[in-house]
């Protein structure tokens, strides 16, 4: 069975640090993995997806099989990064969702 | 362009009640889905419909219809509102099956009193 899983509720850091938000994942085929990110009072966002290996507002992911993960990380974190990140796992036709990590970047 | 629009934004309801959640989408996708969103849950899926006629159930289905007679709308009902049903409700669509992501609507805060 599909399963996302975001081990972390609640991610502090100060502006400037590095950033690293788990996402987890338990699939038997090939995953194709998303991060969205919602900010405060705004709707869902889809922020990247593994395939396009793309870099967006700086951040990155890349999906390690192996580990079965899909971290999304940024270098440097700004203050307006702060939302709630969701990573999601899309399987015919469904997206599953993980419980989501808040990121709260301090000044 | 509108995107995906949702009505009502907010909704306060009594145990008993029904009442149906409108989704419209102006961007000709044909895959929409409902989700629900609860604390420490993240979102789960209700309802999705792959296109006009067409709907098939999610993980959480239960106390739920939708139809899809339009490429455009997909209307979520309650049928008979419980107060397990306070949440917050997304709609989202997609062109394709979805693996190209969402485009979500600003979401139907829900309460059942």
């Known amino acids: 069975a599909q399963r996302v899983t975001q081990p972390e509720k609640l991610l502090s850091v100060f502006k400037g640090a590095p950033v690293e938000l788990k996402c987890n994942y338990s699939y038997s085929g090939s995953p194709e993995l998303f991060w969205y990110v919602q900010y405060s009072r705004q709707r869902l966002q889809l922020l990247l997806r593994h395939i396009s290996r793309e870099s967006i507002k700086g951040f990155t992911a890349d999906l390690n099989k192996g580990e079965t993960s899909f971290h999304l990380k940024k270098p440097f974190a700004q203050e307006e990064d702060s939302a709630m990140y969701y990573c999601a796992l899309y399987n015919f036709n469904k997206f599953y969702f993980g419980s989501g990590t808040k990121l709260n970047v301090k000044p | 362009n509108a995107g995906v629009t949702q009505t009502p934004k907010f909704q306060v309801l009594k145990t008993g009640q029904s009442m149906t959640l409108q989704c419209a989408q102006d961007?000709?996708?044909?895959?929409m889905s409902w989700y629900r969103q609860d604390p420490g849950m993240g979102l789960r899926l209700i309802h999705y419909s792959v296109g006009a006629g067409i709907t098939d159930q999610g993980e959480v289905p239960n106390g739920y219809n939708v139809s899809r007679s339009t490429t455009e709308d997909f209307p979520l009902r309650l049928l008979s509102a419980a107060p397990s049903q306070t949440s917050v409700y997304f709609c989202?669509?997609?062109?394709?099956?979805?693996?190209?992501?969402?485009?979500f609507g600003s979401g139907t805060r829900l309460t059942v009193v």
């Open positions: 989202a669509s997609s062109l394709g099956q979805g693996k190209e992501g969402y485009t």
């Open positions: 961007m000709n996708h044909e895959y």
